[in-house]
């Protein structure tokens, strides 16, 4: 059996290691294997638990994974990703938490093999005191040339009780590539809430508004995106 990890471990440094116990051993991987020149689109809705995934893109593959990841206790998603020549990975995630939640996504992408591409969107509204943790990895070998890679990672706090964690980090060997990343933090915009509660809309309504607004774009063109999107509102709705 694996050991019980610990805060020392670096995939695990901002997880409820309390939560961790009652759950381990978890799950083994879900093993995931793209064929070249094939596409494969996955989604996945977590209320709690571990979730952990081994993805494999040939040659030309692509796959296209969006989650969400929420709840009112601890969720972690984990996935590990190996692209190979002119493979392109596609993920989108969105976090919501209130009360005393832990969420976490944890994402390693392995560029081994020139020409692949990879583009990360997180999005987390955290409310209470909860916890949201993005940690993102990605690995460029020194013959992965003319890789293109992106990380996006936006938190919405609603209480200063709340944190946010943001960790994207980019390892790479090779020198023709483009890589980057950005993280931000922040709160919900009060002159827009003003604008809207002026307009006759009840202040619940309004920070729903803006909400579905902030986390939009993570599920446009997703496999089931309908179920994603009302999954995703009837969340944030229990934070407002």
């Known amino acids: 059996m694996t050991a019980l990890p610990t805060r020392k471990d670096e995939a695990w440094r901002y997880s409820d290691i309390d939560a961790v116990a009652r759950l381990w051993p978890v799950p083994p991987a879900i093993i995931i294997d ?3 020149g094939e596409t494969r689109a996955e989604y996945l809705i977590c209320n709690q638990g571990v979730s952990d995934f ?6 030309g593959a692509r796959m296209d994974f ?3 990841n929420a709840g009112d206790a601890y969720g972690r998603i984990a996935i590990d990703v190996t692209l190979h020549d002119g493979a392109h990975f596609e993920f989108g995630a969105v976090q919501v938490g209130g009360g005393s939640a832990n969420l976490e996504v944890v994402t390693t992408v392995r560029h081994i093999e020139p020409n692949a591409t990879s583009n990360q969107v997180v999005r ?10 993005y940690l993102g990895k990605v690995a460029v070998a020194r013959d992965a040339q003319k890789t293109d890679s992106v990380q996006s990672v936006k938190a919405m706090l609603l209480d ?5 964690n943001a960790k994207p980090e980019l390892e790479i060997y090779a020198d023709d590539v483009k890589c980057a990343h950005g993280a931000t933090v922040g709160e919900l915009d009060k002159t827009a809430l003003f604008y809207l509660a002026a307009r006759g809309l009840p202040p619940a309504e309004a920070r729903t508004l803006l909400l579905q607004a902030f ?10 995106q309908e179920e994603l999107e009302a999954a995703a509102l009837a969340a944030l709705e229990k934070l407002s």
């Open 124 to 133: 987390s509204v955290l409310g209470g005191s909860a916890v949201g943790s």
């Open 54 to 59: 081994a993805i494999t893109l040939a040659a």
């Open 215 to 224: 986390v939009a774009e993570v599920f446009t063109g997703a496999a089931a």
């Open 66 to 68: 969006h989650v969400l």
């Open 34 to 36: 793209v064929p070249a």
């Open 160 to 164: 200063r009780t709340a944190t946010a």
